[in-house]
């Protein structure tokens, strides 16, 4: 896949994160990528972008007060890491990006003189979705498990995308194809190979300014939304700010004046013999305050066109069918939990995530008590698996949801010990939970096909998997260790490479072993076998691997001889 293949800037930090390696946008470099792959696409983005062009020039703002609200639905790509950040982040985005826009930003006033009268108010909003394409009451985030986050190319908007005359598409991943965001114009997207690329993918630690990201690189989705309504860097058309050929380059706007770009905010800046507009947005110094004027009529001539369906977005149509012009709708409760096994006597934070517009909470924990609060904390300090039911309201109406069995508590000591097994139930016991982490639907089994002792063993069918980074777990339930002085865990496995010897055929799996003093709130790596060390107990093998006898199997005694995993939640 080409696209993956394009390596974005990554440099240091002159100002603001000392010493943190900063990213910076990467739209430049993927519009190459994209007509790279699609040349027949390049040529009609040409036209389509010297069609903008005259339709730009000719605009007048005829309604300039007039509000362009925008509908915006947020993808969240994740492999159940930092990457899947919180709706509050998700939100705090939207703000930042909203007050940008409406030049409400807090920080306007640094501004410096020269250019405060061209700083702009956009009046464009951006609100999150409340209806989905097929009509049904929604979030407007949504949340997809793909290893892909860690890649972050075009590929990642094959796995959900909404139209894009009723939505703005914007992907969370955890890289950016490394970047921090990256979106291309609505003339590279205009034509039916572009559409599918439409929208703008951004690092999760790049979104919002808070969790995950900051204040200081909180300006990454006003930079490429900045892109999606066609505006260029203030440099020109290129990833390649500080080069001094771009004073030979335009962004095609009258008052940004013209630059060769900055990576550091030095606001009395002059690299084309005028002042350089350093606090633009769509500047890389990371000390963006502003859109201008001129910048503004770019943006609402973008908005006002047909080129990638731009003016289909802001209909009162389109907005009442994606809910943005109605009041909140509650129309689903929901919720989460910190953790869902826990031992007797822990506690669990829970989490609303009812929508919309929720102004009150009632929780029964189901073990007879309950609390009130968006986010309370309950112990449980009875064994057992309970159903847990919220109720909402927003004044008017209520919502309710039950989840049957959503907390497990064990009970001290849940396993005999000294415990051995070596499966041959036809069902695991309660001792055992399987998690197939990745949801691909190849986790642990139970198998009669290969045995060291008896008929049974447990194994993860891995033959035709080419997903990087799959995880699966397999976890105790609790033992209680108080009195021990070691803890020893011995255990056997079978393990080759598929293939002929080959090298290309190694991969460097992993098997992991972790230990939790405390029922499994915190875990810590207590052992790994790697693919490329010691996992491997067969040579690689051209067809589906079964141990041929014990000789084809591995074993490895695990010591734990420290006092603080010594208690009576251990798993
Ligand atoms: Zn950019």
Redesign the pocket.
Do not use: A, I
């Given at each position: 896949m080409v696209l993956s293949l394009i390596f974005c800037g990554v440099a240091f930090a002159q100002s603001g994160e000392t010493q943190a390696e900063i990213r910076?946008?990467?739209?430049?470099m993927m519009e190459e990528a994209f007509f790279n792959a699609h040349p027949e696409a390049r040529e009609q983005a040409t036209r389509d972008a010297l069609r903008l062009e005259a339709e730009t020039e000719q605009f007048m703002d005829a309604n300039r007060d007039e509000l362009i609200v925008i509908p915006v639905v947020f993808h969240v790509i994740h492999y159940n890491g930092p990457e899947n950040i919180s709706e509050a982040q998700i939100m705090s985005g939207l703000e930042v990006m909203n007050a940008d826009f409406r030049k409400l930003n807090s920080d306007i006033d640094d501004v410096i003189d020269d250019f405060t009268d061209v700083a702009a108010d956009i009046e464009i909003e951006f609100r999150l979705a409340q209806i989905d394409p097929s009509g049904n009451c929604h979030t407007g985030i949504n949340r997809i498990v793909s290893p892909l986050t860690y890649i972050g190319d075009g590929d990642v908007k094959d796995l959900i995308q909404w139209p894009r005359n009723s939505y703005l598409n914007i992907w969370v991943v955890e890289n950016a194809n490394g970047a921090a965001?990256?979106?291309l114009y609505p003339s590279s997207v205009n034509g039916n190979q572009g559409a599918g690329n439409d929208g703008i993918v951004v690092a999760h630690d790049y979104t919002g300014n808070m969790g995950t990201s900051n204040v200081y690189r909180s300006r990454t989705l006003t930079?490429?939304v900045?892109?999606w309504i066609n505006l260029r860097?203030t440099w020109g058309n290129s990833?390649s700010p500080g080069d001094p050929e771009n004073c030979d380059m335009d962004d095609n706007v009258d008052d940004t004046p013209t630059t060769s770009g900055w990576t550091s905010c030095n606001v009395n800046g002059e690299t084309c013999g005028s002042l350089d507009n350093v606090q633009n947005y769509?500047e890389?110094s990371y000390c963006g305050r502003m859109f201008t004027d001129g910048q503004r009529l770019r943006m609402r001539a973008a908005m006002n066109s047909s080129t990638a369906q731009r003016n289909q977005l802001w209909t009162p149509a389109n907005l009442e069918e994606t809910g943005v012009s109605l009041e909140p709708i509650l129309c689903e409760a929901r919720f989460s939990a910190s953790r869902q096994t826990i031992c007797v006597g822990d506690s669990v934070q829970f989490f609303d995530e009812s929508f919309h517009g929720v102004s009150g909470w009632e929780w029964d924990f189901g073990d007879g008590n309950s609390a009130g609060g968006e986010a309370p904390w309950h112990t449980f300090d009875d064994a057992g698996l309970f159903d847990v039911t919220l109720t909402v309201t927003n004044g008017i109406n209520e919502q309710s949801l039950t989840e049957t069995s959503f907390i497990q508590v064990l009970e001290v000591g849940a396993m005999a010990t000294p415990f051995s097994d070596s499966f041959e139930s036809p069902e695991l016991s309660e001792d055992w939970f399987m998690v197939d982490v990745s949801n691909d639907g190849d986790g642990w089994e139970l198998t009669t096909v290969a045995a060291y002792t008896g008929d049974q063993s447990l194994r993860i069918h891995n033959w035709s998997n080419n997903i990087e980074f799959n995880q699966d777990l397999l976890i105790t339930s609790s033992m209680d260790m108080s009195q021990a002085s070691e803890i020893q865990v011995s255990y056997k496995w079978a393990y080759c490479f598929k293939g002929t010897n080959e090298d290309e055929d190694d991969t460097d799996d992993r098997l992991k072993i972790y230990a939790s003093p405390d029922c499994g709130e915190t875990w810590s790596l207590r052992r790994m076998h790697r693919g490329f060390t010691d996992l491997p107990s067969a040579p690689p093998h051209p067809f589906v691997f079964t141990p041929s006898g014990p000789e084809e199997w591995n074993s490895y005694t695990l010591s734990i001889p420290y006092e603080q995993f010594f208690t009576e939640n251990f798993r």
């Open positions: 910076y946008c990467g739209q430049w965001g990256y979106s930079h490429e900045g892109h860097h990833n769509m890389y």
